[in-house]
């Protein structure tokens, strides 16, 4: 805010400047910096204090405040294929009517519109995402803010079947869990009989003895090995 003196500035103290009819501010200088104002609409005026008076108030002067403010400190915490989000919320929450809703990206991709400050994120395959939330307001979004996690669950193959491999044998096969499984692991009656590449659904397991066998196989990330599947006899 600026403004000129009085014309007849005799027994002139300071001045008072009022904020939407409330006086904010007082001060002997002919301008004022008023800072970290709220979204909203603002009236201005001066009033110009001698020591007999006040003076009657100056024009009144608006200001509309519109900031887009983002909110801040996105975290992203994976667990097994599940990432939990959290946010603070944005500056003057609860005193920014034109607020309407967070937006939360993963991928560039909108998968959520929230008031909250958390979000579960679940049932997502191996990898790596990239979140991004921004906060939508009636005259705009805001510019988002960013985190990426890596997202890694060791799932188990599924739908192992059986089937009878004459003269004396079994085969089985099984679905694979997801992409980024290296191998699987095919264990009879508990003992591992054989290691398969990542590429490799079925198996023959041959020359049996007479008797009841139970099989399950596991799929291999690295050095990591999945729960055991489902069991066949």
């Known amino acids: 805010l600026s403004w000129d003196p009085p014309a007849d500035t005799g027994y002139f103290t300071q001045y008072l400047v009022y904020q939407n009819d409330i006086q904010i501010e007082q001060t002997t200088l002919t301008a004022l910096n008023i800072e970290n104002l709220p979204n909203g609409n603002y009236q201005f005026h001066i009033i ?50 034109e607020f309407q809703t967070y937006k939360l990206y993963r991928d560039d991709e ?16 191996n990898g790596t995402y990239l979140y991004e939330i921004s906060a939508q307001y009636s005259f ?29 044998g079994a085969t089985l096969g099984w679905s694979r869990p997801q992409i980024g499984e290296t191998g699987f692991r095919l264990y009879r009656n508990d003992i ?27 799929a291999m990330y690295g050095d990591i090995e999945s729960p055991l599947s489902n069991t066949v006899i």
């Open 48 to 97: 110009a204090s001698y020591s007999f008076d006040d003076s009657d108030p100056s024009n009144i002067v608006s200001a509309i405040i519109a900031v887009p403010y983002s909110p801040t400190n996105l975290n992203a915490v994976a667990t097994q294929n599940t990432v939990d989000l959290s946010w603070q919320a944005i500056p003057y929450f609860g005193q920014t009517p």
């Open 140 to 168: 705009g979004e805001s510019e988002p803010i960013s985190t990426s996690v890596e997202v890694f669950t060791a799932l188990p193959p599924t739908n192992l079947s059986l089937a009878y491999y004459p003269p004396n």
């Open 192 to 218: 591992m009989i054989a290691e398969l590449p990542g590429d490799v659904q079925i198996y023959n397991d041959s020359d049996l003895p007479n008797g009841n066998h139970s099989y399950h196989v596991s």
């Open 110 to 125: 909108l998968i959520a519109t929230t008031d909250g400050l958390t979000f579960s994120d679940t049932d997502l395959p």
